[in-house]
């Protein structure tokens, strides 16, 4: 019998719990290999303990799922249509077909990202009912002989199911139909238990009677990091991203994740993080333990103490500690510094880079200042100037008239021949000015003057302020 088929295989017609000499008749030269069921549990449980990127609280959902509780980390990423996506194109290069579906309920996310018509789905909030409507009542996660019933009973979307009265269907089935449905519609609670690989450094604390405040919290957070930091340390490592979970009395799970730029094991900063979320964490009925993971680590030498400075000397500057306090707040990729790119093409002159990594040797050159902004894309003014090489006198922005006092220019900048075909051909001569008011602004036009496939001499405003 077919315990699993691949693309390639459906798309012959062959089908799971199809027999075998079925689907060799079928198919007379189908590869077949024996299954493993222990051997695939345990790969998806490596790779449950591999999504721990995405998220604090994962778990293998048997015999080809995972699941991740994205609560509160998903802006981390970009949000949740960016976690995706980054999720499934990892996964296609190391060679795994995936689905993925974030909503409110796990049940939601199951049957999406099974029955979706797309490969990754974000299901707006408390919008599980009309998400599901149009899937078969399979995405349900039914026992075999109810999905029969319900099909000879004419029941083949979840929307006709769900309308239809509830206790004839529970005298007949059981009451798993209703609970698959509740769970799935989020009026039912359905928990997801975590599975952390016992390679993580971790520690945990079960407390007599449970925790309610954020000063409880707070005395925990400092022991378990305390704790943490030492096996770090005598691993050698530092930590680059720390999940604590919050075991609540009625058996669900509150999570707080934080990131670091670089590797670290300093207690009292990391702590400092925790804390200064902590107003967000839900405690409900209770907080019976709460478990500290690092989920990421990276190899960090030991720092020499600060005492090898002389006495009139100042530590050296460190803003790792501010980048990690921004970053778990606004979310780490809007956590960046600009960095030059050998272009002559203003727009193509900056890349963003993260915040913390080294200055490259080549800067900016000084010879050509540029302006504290740039505009994207370039906005259309309205300017007076005499042909080919005179600054304007004037210009209109936004219905605002500008006289111009001061004026530097003009410095050509023509296209990248290798890049884009034509770019050679159409110029583009920028001027620095400064109105009356001492204004100052980076504007262009589009042509030499002279020659009339060099641009049609329409101006435009390219950036403001600057020296």
């Given amino acids: 019998m077919l315990a699993a088929v691949d693309a390639a295989a459906a798309a012959l017609g062959l089908r799971v719990g199809q027999v075998l000499s079925q689907a060799q008749a079928l198919v007379p030269d189908l590869a077949i290999h024996p299954t493993d069921p222990a051997g695939d549990a345990a790969a998806l449980q490596r790779l449950a303990g591999w999504c721990l990127r995405y998220a604090p609280l994962t778990a293998t959902d048997l015999p080809d799922g995972v699941w991740l509780d994205v609560t509160g980390c998903a802006h981390l990423l970009g949000g949740e249509d960016a976690l995706l996506r980054d999720l499934v194109c990892r996964l296609a290069a190391q060679g795994f077909a995936a689905r993925a579906a974030v909503a409110d309920t796990p049940g939601a996310a199951h049957a999406m990202a099974r029955f979706g018509p797309a490969v990754t789905t974000v299901v707006a909030p408390a919008d599980q009912a009309a998400a599901l409507a149009d899937l078969p009542v399979e995405a349900l996660r039914l026992p075999p002989e109810t999905l029969d019933g319900l099909n000879l009973m004419g029941f083949e979307r979840i929307g006709a199911f ?166 778990n707040r606004l979310g780490a990729a809007r956590i960046y510094r600009t960095a030059p790119v050998e272009s002559d093409v203003p727009e193509r002159s900056v890349r963003k880079v993260p915040p913390l990594e080294p200055p490259l040797r080549r800067g900016w050159p000084e010879a050509w200042p540029r302006p504290v902004r740039l505009l994207d894309p370039p906005q259309p003014v309205e300017a007076m100037a005499l042909l080919p090489d005179h600054p304007p006198v004037a210009f209109t922005w936004r219905r605002i008239r500008h006289r111009v006092r001061h004026a530097d220019g003009p410095e050509r900048i023509a296209g990248e021949w290798w890049k884009r075909d034509g770019e050679m051909r159409s110029v583009r001569d920028y001027f620095r000015v400064e109105d009356l008011e001492g204004r100052r602004f980076w504007l262009f036009r589009r042509g030499d003057g002279v020659r009339v496939e060099s641009g049609d001499l329409r101006w435009f405003l390219h950036g403001v302020g600057g020296g």
Wanted: aromatic residues 4%; contains cysteine; neutral net charge.
């Fill in 162 to 327: 769900a309308a239809a009265p509830r206790a004839p269907l529970v005298r007949r089935f059981g009451p798993a139909l209703a609970r698959r449905l509740d769970q799935a519609m989020g009026t039912a609670f359905e928990p997801i238990l975590p599975e952390l690989p016992p390679s993580l450094v971790q520690a945990r604390r079960g407390f007599v009677e449970p925790l309610l405040t954020a000063e409880a919290f707070s005395a925990v957070i400092a022991a378990l990091m305390a704790e943490v930091c030492a096996t770090l340390e005598q691993a050698g490592q530092g930590a680059r991203r720390l999940d604590l979970l919050f075991e609540r009395v009625d058996g669900t799970i509150a999570t707080l994740r934080i990131g670091t730029a670089r590797p670290s094991r300093d207690a009292r900063h990391l702590g400092r993080m925790f804390d200064e979320r902590l107003e967000g964490v839900d405690p409900g009925l209770g907080v019976e333990a709460m478990r500290l993971v690092v989920s990421a680590a990276d190899r960090l030498a030991p720092v020499q103490a600060a005492a090898r400075l002389r006495a009139d000397e100042a530590p050296p500057a460190d803003v790792a500690a501010l980048v990690d306090r921004i970053g």
